[in-house]
């Protein structure tokens, strides 16, 4: 059955770093490009950062670039977000995405996992 994982998430304060996970199973994890969503309350879901199948290119949102970073570890099949110098805004659930790198129609979705951001 495919799967994908989340963890890493907490409560932290701002300015402080946060490293989620998203695991992943039951597909082929090196033909899928992935991406990080996050959702707030009463806010649209943000696509927060992509990486290609091979990890060979990342794209973020304006609103974490440099402060987030994407990888992913095609033998481990997770891909990672790596959260600095977090602020409150960054509240959110966090929710990672795989597409099939050809076939875009073929999708999964994790189950979020809650990032808080407050002192």
């Known amino acids: 059955q495919v799967q994908l994982v989340e963890s890493g998430g907490g409560l932290v304060q701002p300015g402080g770093s946060l490293r989620l996970s998203c695991a992943a199973s039951g597909f082929t994890f090196s033909m899928y490009d992935m991406r990080w969503y996050r959702q707030a309350p009463g806010k649209e879901r943000e696509l927060v950062a992509v990486i290609t199948s091979t990890g060979g290119s990342t794209n973020y949102a304006d609103s974490v670039k440099g402060r987030f970073t994407i990888s992913r570890d095609n033998g481990q099949n997770t891909v990672y977000l790596q959260m600095n110098r977090l602020k409150p805004e960054d509240t959110a659930v966090y929710s990672c995405?795989?597409?099939?790198?050809?076939?875009?129609?073929?999708?999964?979705w994790g189950q979020g996992t809650q990032v808080t951001v407050s002192s």
């Open positions: 995405n795989a597409v099939h790198k050809y076939i875009r129609a073929s999708a999964y």
